[in-house]
């Protein structure tokens, strides 16, 4: 395994933007990984899965850039249970617990990403969550050793989890209860049709933008939408007129362009309505003023 220099991230990305990438590695074992750490000796760096809620600087990242390959691209279904690698698709955890008829997993339906990345988001809709399904987790701690953490020493809640950020989720094992195939099949397709049609597939978005703010101001995309934002573009970034808490790409959005969609909305949602909305999405390679800005520093 080399070091790749000067990698564009766009490509990676699933917002499709961003620069590059000083330094990148792909480690495809756990060898690798531990490698690659020593070489770090202790310094930052970033884990990249399919960029799925991540948006990337225009002038891209210093950070060297971590992307876990072939050995943590696995799952597999036992009797109870299920296990994947870091880098194995929720897609296909979604999948393999329907064509498995494997209860409470409806909830990842259409949700992208990895395995790695969504345990890190904690990531599912507003009331269930990855975490709830899992029995342990896997991961390289910044001394290059795997450490193993049980469900409930993770403190996890919505869209967050008490671990690290320089931790490298490399797999997890799953609760996978058999049940009734029919109805998980109908619950799968169900949740799917819904959130299909309900939120922004066609174009490159990296899902929810703002995190909810719960009791009494509602959901985030009623917040963007009371407050005039729905629709708002600038560039090739667009506030989605069919979910407002998406932004999307139509073709060369800038990172910038999104960046400054989000400061505004936050800045009415406050003005207008007394809250701060919450980032739901990481930011890669931005200033600390903007980070203030755009509540996630």
């Not at 296909?92 to 494997?102: T, V």
Request: with cysteine.
């Amino acid at each position: 395994m080399e070091w790749e220099s000067d990698v564009p991230l766009a490509a990676l990305a699933r917002y499709r933007i961003g620069g590059c990438a000083r330094r990148l590695a792909r480690p495809d074992t756990i060898d690798e990984v531990k490698r690659v750490l020593a070489a770090l000796e202790g310094g930052a760096h970033l884990v990249l899965g399919t960029g799925a809620n991540v948006l990337i600087s225009d002038d891209g990242v210093d950070e060297p850039v971590i992307i876990l390959g072939r050995d943590f691209d696995r799952l597999t279904v036992s009797e109870g249970a299920i296990e994947a690698g870091g880098a194995a698709r929720l897609p296909a955890l979604a999948n393999a617990a329907r064509r498995q008829a494997r209860k409470g997993f409806r909830f990842l339906e259409a949700v992208p990403g990895t395995i790695g990345g969504g345990l890190r988001m904690n990531a599912g809709s507003r009331d269930e969550w990855l975490w709830h399904r899992v029995e342990w987790v896997e991961a390289v701690d910044d001394g290059g050793e795997v450490v193993r953490i049980a469900s409930n020493d993770a403190g996890f809640r919505y869209r967050h989890v008490d671990l690290p950020e320089s931790w490298i989720f490399i797999g997890a094992r799953f609760q996978a209860e058999p049940g009734d195939p029919m109805l998980i099949e109908d619950a799968h397709l169900d949740f799917r049709s819904r959130k299909v049609g309900d939120q922004v597939y066609e174009l490159p978005s990296v899902g929810s933008t703002w995190k909810n703010p719960g009791d009494p101001h509602g959901s985030a995309w009623e917040i963007v939408d009371r407050v005039g934002m729905r629709g708002a573009r600038l560039g090739d970034a667009q506030i989605a007129e069919r979910h407002a808490n998406f932004i999307v790409n139509h073709g060369d959005a800038r990172a910038e362009d999104v960046v400054e969609l989000m400061i505004e909305t936050r800045r009415r949602a406050h003005e207008q309505l007394g809250v701060w909305l919450e980032p739901e999405i990481r930011f890669w390679g931005f200033a600390h003023d903007r980070l203030v800005a755009l509540g996630a520093a």
